[in-house]
């Protein structure tokens, strides 16, 4: 696996990879993003693609470095982790015994600190004092679901990087729009009245698309969520309780149905199926 299979946050993996390419590589790094996001790999895609012998901006998989990556027994990487329940002071302070050594293959350490934000306040006091004066070479990935537990000194000296709460693509509008046209469905509205609501936000077969992949999704996490109660598989986190609470509402196959329903939908656009008809068709399948 390289930058190149990572799905979203393909943004901040172009940034990264821009950074290698430049030779501008910060010494210290945060990613920030919750629990749906696999922030690991993408850090260790990253350490893979800075440690590589030939400069690409990602990894090129044929070197012993990322053979050794791959193979998850890389000298040159040092993990850190929370003990219990946070990151002790003594963690730290290994870390900045390994890090005073040279590098055993190449030019560069790289450490990286899962659940950062567990760090004890003398843990990050001390970490501080790797990041005000960095050993040459050294990088430092810091993995946290949230900024929040982190002190500023610390903070002030990273480069961000927020990563998207999903490895879906961000909806906006037409996730307003498609939670919008669920309730009428679900509240059984009138036909015609579903059918202008879907207009509003349908001004060409992109939009359509975009919409379909919305209402796909919010039926995918209500559907999640009736079997993950604590909501940790559900993509929209920040509407987590809601849709815990509507997901009841829905009986038996209703959720499945309706995803069938959206997926002959989008082949019918694909098709190039007249957008208004397949809508309309869609329609009549979801309220019956
Ligand atoms: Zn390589």
Redesign the pocket.
């Known amino acids: 696996m390289s930058f190149h299979d990572i799905i979203g946050n393909e943004k901040v993996v172009q940034r990264m990879s821009q950074a290698i390419i430049s030779r501008n590589i910060s010494h210290a790094y945060l990613l920030e993003g919750d629990r749906t996001i696999d922030k690991l790999s993408i850090a260790e895609n990253l350490a893979?693609a800075i440690?590589?012998?030939?400069v690409t901006g990602d990894?090129?998989?044929?070197?012993?470095?990322?053979?050794k990556m791959n193979h998850g027994n890389h000298e040159d990487v040092i993990y850190i982790k929370a003990e219990g329940n946070s990151i002790k002071d003594e963690s730290i302070e290994e870390m900045q015994g390994k890090i005073r050594n040279k590098p055993y293959s190449g030019d560069r350490n790289v450490v990286i600190v899962k659940d950062a934000g567990t760090m004890t306040l003398r843990a990050q006091n001390r970490l501080l004092k790797t990041l005000e004066e960095p050993a040459p070479g050294t990088v430092l990935i810091l993995l946290s679901e949230s900024m929040e537990n982190l002190t500023q000194t610390i903070l002030s000296r990273c480069i961000i990087y927020k990563l998207n709460p999903s490895q879906m693509p961000e909806y906006g509008m037409s996730m307003e729009g498609a939670i919008l046209i669920a309730d009428m469905l679900l509240e059984k509205a009138a036909f015609y009245k579903i059918s202008k609501k879907i207009s509003e936000f349908t001004t060409d077969r992109e939009t359509a698309i975009e919409l379909l992949d919305a209402l796909e999704n919010w039926y995918r996490d209500l559907a999640v969520s009736t079997y993950d109660v604590k909501g940790h598989l559900v993509f929209q986190t920040e509407r987590r309780k809601e849709i815990q609470k509507r997901s009841r509402q829905y009986k038996g196959d209703a959720l499945k149905d309706a995803i069938g329903a959206i997926e002959q939908a989008r082949n019918d656009l694909n098709r190039n199926l007249n957008i208004n008809y397949t809508m309309k068709n869609m329609i009549l399948t979801l309220i019956t």
């Open positions: 893979k440690l590589c012998e030939e990894s090129c998989e044929r070197c012993s470095s990322c053979m």
